[in-house]
């Protein structure tokens, strides 16, 4: 009987010793159990981006790889919005060759929270196709669009620097002939046109090594127009030694400013020989004509196209004669 009064004597002790501790600890333990059994899970079907992590250096890629992926996230009804922002898919290519590389997405393939849990990912694998990376230089286009005003024509186009350097995949690289600039309007201009501008790379895969913004000139000017002037007497300059002059005259073609056509006079032009241009002999010989525009005005704004002749007889005579 000793034993049994012992016995119940040890458990009124478990039972009834700190009673109101032994309470509030079953409470607060009912009420955890309360929240977390009646707190839901639910799923939801979302898409997130792909990151691309280590890729080799002396590589590019060279496809459209799928850029965002659709997975299925199962998590508890109270947590945070914020927390199926931060899901992201890394792509790890450490151990990428070139050409075809088919990679599987796992769970472990995302960065997220570890209140949330990925059940389900489509696709499920990415092909990346990489490619040997390559620079080439190529020329720069300019690219203009309009016409000029009436009676004015683009003579030419520049862009310095006239060639850069693109970088990417070799398979596109080699099929770029040429990088082409921002596209600038001439419409109704009567004047050169100078700017900075950027530059396009029509393909997405290669790039522009060159940074900066781009200089072009676009020269436009009044249209030209044919003007022939017929006998221009040929004249002899830096020579004092008696001379037979064979061609006394040429005929003079130009490309003058249409507006100019009708003011230009053959006394604002010269045609002549050099003596300087001669050999040290007696015999004939022909000299090379050469052209130069006397009034200021015309100075810049005319084109010789040829002289006829080009050149001129000249023989020298002996002082005795």
Known sequence: MNIIHRILASLRSIFLQNLGLKLLSIFIGFIMWFFVSSERTVERIMEVPVEIINKPAEMEIANNFTRNVLIQVQSHQLS?????????????????????????????????????????????????????RRTLTVPV?????????????????????????????ESHVRNVAEVVTQNIDIQGLRERVVQFVNLRVESPFVTCDFAERIRVEIRIGEKMVPMLLAHQPIHVHDLEHPYTLRQRTADIHLLVPQSLRGKLKPEDLEIFIRGTDLKPELSSQELPIHFRVLNPTFQNLLKLERLTPAAAGLRLRSKAN
């Open 141 to 169: 286009r300019v690219r203009y669009s309009g016409r000029p005003a009436d009676k004015y024509v683009v003579y030419g186009v520049n862009a310095l620097p006239e060639r850069v350097n693109i970088t990417g995949p």
């Open 80 to 132: 945070r919005e914020d927390a199926f922002k931060a899901i992201t898919a890394t792509l790890d290519l450490s151990g990428a060759h070139r050409g075809e590389n088919v990679i599987l997405l796992t769970p472990d393939s995302f960065r997220a929270p570890s209140a949330l849990k990925i059940t389900n990912i489509r696709p499920s694998t990415i092909t990346v196709l990489l490619d040997a």
